[in-house]
């Protein structure tokens, strides 16, 4: 099977920066897309950034300017830089991933256990 185990989360102040990892392990042959979501507190699931298997990039308007996807393939690891950090940004952080585990097999979707991030003085 497929595990991606996050970590970097914390307790930041406001206009502080974090960075964000999420390493996928097990049996994986390629991964598509890579993604970060995330959860308050009372709030639904939202998409914060996505990076494709070529390196495209997607953010939510909220977050755009101030947080940065990027992966690397060789450690199938996908990452989230996180600066000008706002109270609003408080919320668990999830690692996505659509992971392709043998040749010619459909991807399965995978998700993290999560982070927290919380944005407070």
């Known amino acids: 099977q497929v595990q991606l185990v996050e970590s970097g989360g914390g307790l930041v102040q406001p206009g502080g920066s974090l960075r964000l990892s999420c390493a996928a392990s097990?049996?994986?042959?390629?991964?598509?897309?890579m993604g970060w979501y995330r959860q308050a507190p009372g709030n639904e699931r939202e998409m914060v950034a996505e990076?494709?298997?070529?390196?495209?990039?997607n953010y939510a308007d909220s977050v755009k300017g101030r947080f940065t996807i990027s992966r690397d393939n060789a450690k199938s690891t996908v990452y989230l830089q996180m600066n000008s950090l706002k109270s609003e940004d408080t919320a668990v952080y999830y690692c996505?991933?659509?992971?392709?585990?043998?040749?010619?097999?459909?991807?399965?979707?995978?998700w993290g256990k999560g982070t927290l991030v919380t944005v407070s003085s």
């Open positions: 996505n991933a659509d992971v392709v585990q043998r040749p010619g097999f459909l991807a399965m979707n995978a």
């Open positions: 097990g049996s994986i042959f390629r991964i598509n897309a």
């Open positions: 990076v494709t298997g070529g390196g495209s990039t």
